[in-house]
């Protein structure tokens, strides 16, 4: 197994799974924006636009998970550096067919932010599901993908 791992980032020598020494980057000032889609039953848009969801304020709560979930993200993927988010925003838009989610972070490190973008869409998905499966237990997450990053030596990208 020796040298074939050579050039894979997150494998050592060895082919063991290594966290990548980042001490050596510069602090640069980055962002990322996710954005994915609750599909939902036109009866639970219609409860979601009422504000008629029996367990409460779902689309609240979905926003206060993505945030909790994204200064999670560390524990939950395994390689993923903790770095100090500097700002969290999740917007949830009710749209004819479900919730569209957008979550950008933000953090001045050595280190890019979004695993912290995607996971906080995701955990605010699943906030909202988990809020509104009495009324749709077809609820459907999808589409949770990044849009664009900023800073770092790559600079800026966009989908």
Do not use: N, Y
């Amino acid at each position: 197994m020796g040298s074939e791992f050579t050039g894979f980032s997150h494998l050592d020598d060895k082919g063991a799974a290594r966290m990548v020494d980042v001490s050596a980057k510069s602090v640069t000032a980055r962002t990322a924006t996710a954005t994915g889609f609750v599909a939902l039953s036109d009866r639970c848009v219609a409860a979601l636009r009422a504000g008629d969801v029996p367990k409460g304020d779902a689309l609240s709560v979905a926003r206060i998970a993505g945030i909790m979930g994204a200064k999670r993200t560390p524990d939950l993927v395994p390689l993923c550096h903790p770095i100090a988010l500097h700002g969290v925003t999740v917007d949830l838009t009710v749209q004819d067919g479900g919730v569209a989610i957008t979550a950008t972070t933000r953090t001045a490190d050595r280190t890019g932010v979004e695993m912290e973008a995607l996971t906080s869409v995701t955990v605010a998905a699943l906030a909202l599901i988990d809020m509104v499966k009495a009324i749709d237990p077809a609820a459907t997450l999808r589409d949770v993908r990044v849009e664009e990053k900023t800073g770092g030596k790559t600079g800026t990208w966009r989908r």
